[in-house]
Antibody, heavy 114, light 107 residues
């Protein structure tokens, strides 16, 4: 069955970077774009960007341009999302998902605190 | 960016009631509209895609409709397990924006 397994929770200081991984299994990795979506505590869903695992090309929401990089490793069927220059308002659950396809990853809590 | 609005922001209904949630896009998005369900403490789950198509495994009491830039999610007979927040998302144009969500509670 399809599974997206994300890396564990992270605690970072302001100004640091975080890299979250999302390992895919149960389907052909290169056939589905992967999205990253985040959810601040008690808030709604915010789309961050998308990566095409086949070609590696990306599209990022303007809000995150210059701070986010999404990459993939086809040998391990894993996508990565790196967010730099972290601020306290980056504290959120970060999800990977294949868009309209289920399931999504379980979410990774990133806490930014001094 | 395309703005997505939803109404109501929350609702309370009884088991067995018909529930309707509306989503409006700020510009034409064709039928590139999905509905997601997010139960408390869990990841979002896709229910409807292409505005009206039911995702595999989703109960048939969920349905979607579209009229121009207005979209509707209907739960024909509300069940206790439907307690969740529901989000619409357009995937016609980057960035793929979400609506603010509609919280559904049982009366």
């Amino acid at each position: 069955q399809v599974q997206l397994v994300q890396s564990g929770a992270e605690v970072k200081k302001p100004g640091a970077s975080v890299r979250v991984s999302c390992k895919a299994s149960g389907y052909t990795f290169s056939n589905y774009h992967m999205h990253w979506v985040r959810q601040a505590p008690g808030q709604g869903l915010e789309w961050m960007g998308i990566i095409n695992p086949f070609a590696g090309n990306t599209n990022y929401a303007q809000k995150f341009q210059g701070r986010v990089t999404m990459t993939r490793d086809t040998s391990t069927s894993t996508v990565y999302m790196e967010l730099r220059s972290l601020r306290s308002d980056d504290t959120a659950l970060y999800y990977c998902g294949r868009g309209i396809e289920n399931p999504w990853g379980q979410g990774t809590l990133v806490t930014v605190s001094s | 960016d395309i703005q997505m609005t939803q109404s109501p922001s929350s609702l309370s209904a009884s088991v067995g009631d018909r529930v309707t949630i509306t989503c409006r896009a700020s510009q034409v998005i064709s039928d590139s509209l999905a509905w997601f369900q997010q139960r408390p403490g869990t990841a979002p789950k896709s229910l409807i895609f292409d505005a009206t198509r039911l995702q595999s495994g989703v109960p048939s009491r969920f349905s979607g409709s579209a009229s121009g830039t207005d979209f509707t999610l209907t739960i024909s007979s509300l069940q206790p397990e439907d307690i969740a927040t529901y989000y619409c998302q357009q995937y016609n144009t980057y960035p793929f924006t979400f609506g603010p969500g509609t919280e559904v509670e049982i009366k």
